[in-house]
């Protein structure tokens, strides 16, 4: 398969269905898994490019979170019920390997240190915790957030976490005192309504690249209804090291749409999948223009997202059971 990099060529490469609607997806390291989770609260482990599917049940509520290993030998998971469960995600018949109960509530984002050895996760009991990847043991909590917290991701160093929730604050952790660093103000990715008495939005996803000295922030704005799903994909990209926005990346004509997940390309595109109402839509943004450079609609409405860099594939979760192994490059 060539996988030349050429954003305007992607395209389905490959689609698998489940028995029920799909919530999150991750890629393995090596690019040979993708993991799933469904509304059936089990997950996926599928094969990469053959299709074969592996359900793992544990859990007992949906799971929004889910982060490989950085040798890709464990799948960590984070559900609605609170709990955390690590999985034997290569071995031949998967297995749990250890379970904890590490929240009050939804957990909305784990995130696993560059060294392998601090697993993070947030939700919406508003605390941030640390944990053992090798035993599981709980390291420490960070409380400071006043709303639920969305995302999370560890600095490249492994020096500083950061975190942020539906106010759009975006909180950085200084890891060797386990204190609050500086807050970084994402507040247009905030809506109150008050006709409808709702908060709405806030940092659903984040990633840096510290290159470019840049942290971008995805989640959603114009909320003029936000039970109706009447809202708009926004994408802020923030100067590192100031926390000063730069710019604003709206999209038009997707009047209902979030984006649920944001990464970054190599050569310093960023993209955004956006899922809601209008669809599923991968959006490529570069740092010259406000608007996006390149969109591509997804079949369905997509819920999450996950790139493999090295064969430039991407993974999205979709709501009609399918997961879609899309490449970022012309058709052989």
């Known amino acids: 398969m060539n996988s030349t990099i050429d954003i305007t060529k992607t395209h389905v490469a490959y689609e698998w269905k489940h028995d029920r609607p799909l919530i999150a997806c991750r890629m393995s390291p090596d690019g040979l898994q993708a993991a799933s989770s469904s509304e059936d609260s089990s997950l996926q482990l599928w094969t990469v490019p053959t299709g074969q599917k592996k359900v793992l049940a544990g859990h007992e509520s949906w799971v929004h979170a889910l ?27 998967p297995s749990i390997v250890r379970k904890a109960d590490a929240h009050s509530g939804w957990i909305r984002g784990v995130a696993i240190s560059p060294d392998n050895t601090t697993l993070a996760s947030v939700g919406n009991d508003k605390i941030v915790r640390l944990w053992s990847v090798a035993t599981g043991e709980k390291i ?46 994402a507040t247009p990715l905030y809506a109150e309504n008050k006709g409808q008495n709702a908060e709405y939005g ?29 809202h708009e994909p926004l994408v802020l990209r923030i100067n590192w090291a100031d926390g000063v926005l730069k710019k604003s990346h709206s ?60 064969s430039n594939l991407v993974a999205t979760a979709h709501y009609d059971n399918h997961l879609r192994i899309s490449g970022m490059f012309a058709k052989a």
Not at 69 to 91: F, H, P, T, V
Not at 158 to 165: F, K, R, Y
């Open 140 to 185: 420490c909590e960070l409380p400071g957030h006043e709303r639920h917290i969305y995302s999370v991701l560890f600095h490249p160093n492994g020096t500083q976490l950061v975190t942020g929730d539906l106010l759009g604050k975006i909180h950085v952790w200084n890891l060797a005192d386990r204190k609050l660093e500086r807050t970084i103000e």
């Open 251 to 310: 999209c038009e004509g997707i009047p209902g749409g979030l984006v649920w997940r944001v990464q970054w390309l190599k050569d310093g595109t960023a993209v955004g999948v956006s899922g809601g109402s209008t669809g599923g839509i991968l959006l490529f943004f570069n740092d010259a223009q406000e608007k996006e450079m390149h969109r591509f609609k997804l079949p369905t409405l997509a819920r999450d997202m996950d790139i493999h860099l090295e």
């Open 67 to 93: 982060s490989y290993s950085n040798d890709g030998q464990q799948l960590i998971s984070g559900g609605c019920d609170g709990r955390l469960i690590w999985w034997s995600a290569k071995e031949e018949t």
């Open 202 to 230: 806030g940092v659903r996803a984040m990633a840096l690249n510290i290159e470019r000295g840049e942290l971008i922030a995805g989640g959603t704005h114009k909320a003029t209804n936000p039970f109706g799903a009447v």
